[in-house]
């Protein structure tokens, strides 16, 4: 799967979490954590990933936005973080986790 298809997929997911889908979306299986947070889990590339909506409950930056209406979540590979999912003016903008908080808060100050 190429950096395009990734994209659009991680869309659909984003798109799925906001309309409360159930069932599949791509290779993902859509449901619940333990929290009650919107997950997608299944493998790209041979490899384990996880998409979680940020959980608004947290004290951190990221359920800072998600307080304030931004839909957010967090991708895990193979058990670690790797990307973070925002939606900004109805686009989605995807950050590395390393750079999220920077990028993220750099891009809404404006």
Not at 33 to 48: H, V
Request: overall charge positive.
């Amino acid at each position: 799967m190429n950096v395009e298809q990734k994209q659009r997929l991680a869309a659909e997911v984003m798109r799925a979490f906001a309309e409360n889908k159930q069932g599949k979306v791509g290779p993902f299986v859509l449901g619940r954590t333990n929290n009650n947070l919107k997950k997608a889990q299944g493998k790209i590339n041979g490899e384990d990933v996880l998409i979680v909506e940020q959980n608004p409950h947290k004290n951190s930056w990221c359920a800072k936005l998600a307080n304030q209406g931004y839909p957010c979540a967090w991708v895990f590979k193979n058990g670690k973080y790797f990307s973070f999912l925002i939606i900004i003016n109805g686009k989605l903008k995807i950050f590395s986790a390393d750079r999220a908080r920077k990028e993220v808060t750099k891009l809404l100050a404006g």
